[in-house]
């Protein structure tokens, strides 16, 4: 089992996560001035015209004759700059043009930047792009010093790890907590979060490392994976990118903590089993990743 903890394949980043601050009744005032720290939730390339026609090239990532098959999808769109501070941008998904707040990169012509959907500039995270030529991406401009509380949803994926109801999870700035059992977020980078598990005076360390349908050995990587699980015999389903899109590396104190927490409080209650199990343990780190990554 310990084994198996050293690398653990997880969920997903389309990166629909916690956008708005209201959904959670945790406020985030108008930032004074623009946050430059963010999560990359999609990233690919860009190709701009002097017509304002925007390109933008990602990923897909699916399986074919056992294999993993990926290749490019184009979307086109239209950019355009209303002022220094300003820019309409046209993701070409049918949602229209949309407003954002533009912030050039100094030495560099339009539209290369850093762009903030003007609707959700007091959000805990300010949807947005970066286009820096001749790469794209999605990301979540970080507007809060609680990450964690806003950065997907902790704490309903603790309420389900411990069947519990929602109201008795309690959740604080960056650390939500059930029955003993503690999560605590440590640190972010742009493309991974890092947490730790304790219970019990037990802790073990877990990080989330994102996989991109844009990189072509990330693709491969979630396939493998995958397929790693289903010889295990932990699933029979198809192969699905956004259910594999992370790395999740737990130390092997996760067995001791996760298991400690099970027998005292009778975390699996599926089953016969007594004790808890390698594909249990995956499957709560798993509806974890899932959250981080904003999808159920």
């Not at 629909?16 to 999609?42: F, N």
């Not at 500039?121 to 286009?131: H, K, M, Q, R, T």
């Not at 990080?207 to 699980?229: G, I, P």
């Amino acid at each position: 089992m310990k084994k198996l903890l050293a690398l653990l394949p997880a969920a997903t980043f389309a990166l629909t996560a916690c956008t708005s601050s209201s959904d959670d009744g945790v406020s985030a005032p108008p930032p004074v001035s623009l946050p430059t720290d963010y999560i990359v939730a999609q990233m690919g390339e860009f190709d701009y015209d002097s017509d304002g026609n925007l390109t933008i090239t990602k990923g897909s990532c699916e399986a074919y004759a056992n294999e993993a098959s990926w290749k490019t999808v184009e979307t086109r769109g239209s950019i355009a700059k209303v002022d220094n501070d300003n820019a309409q941008i046209n993701l070409g998904e049918g949602a229209g043009a949309q407003a954002y707040n533009f912030k050039a990169i100094a030495g560099e012509q339009f539209p290369n930047g850093s762009f903030y959907k003007t609707s959700a500039l007091s959000d805990a995270l300010i949807e947005g792009v970066i286009l820096e030529d001749p790469y794209y991406s999605d990301v979540y401009y970080i507007n809060t010093q609680c990450f964690f509380q806003n950065f997907g949803e902790m704490q309903e994926t603790m309420a389900e790890i411990a069947k519990v109801p929602k109201s008795s999870v309690t959740m604080d700035c960056d650390k939500v907590s059930i029955q003993g059992l503690e999560m605590k977020y440590v640190s972010h980078e742009k493309d991974a979060v890092k947490y730790t598990l304790s219970y019990a005076g037990k802790t073990c360390d877990v990080d989330h490392k994102f996989l991109y349908s844009f990189d072509k050995d990330d693709c491969t990587k979630a396939f493998k994976n995958y397929q790693q699980e289903f010889e295990n015999g932990e699933t029979e389903d198809a192969f699905d990118f956004e259910r594999h899109d992370q790395d999740i590396h737990a130390s092997a104190e996760c067995v001791d903590v996760l298991s400690d927490f099970h027998d005292a409080t009778g975390l699996a209650k599926s089953g016969a089993a007594s004790t808890i199990g390698e594909k249990q343990i995956k499957d709560i780190l798993r509806a974890v990743g899932a959250r981080l990554r904003g999808r159920k």
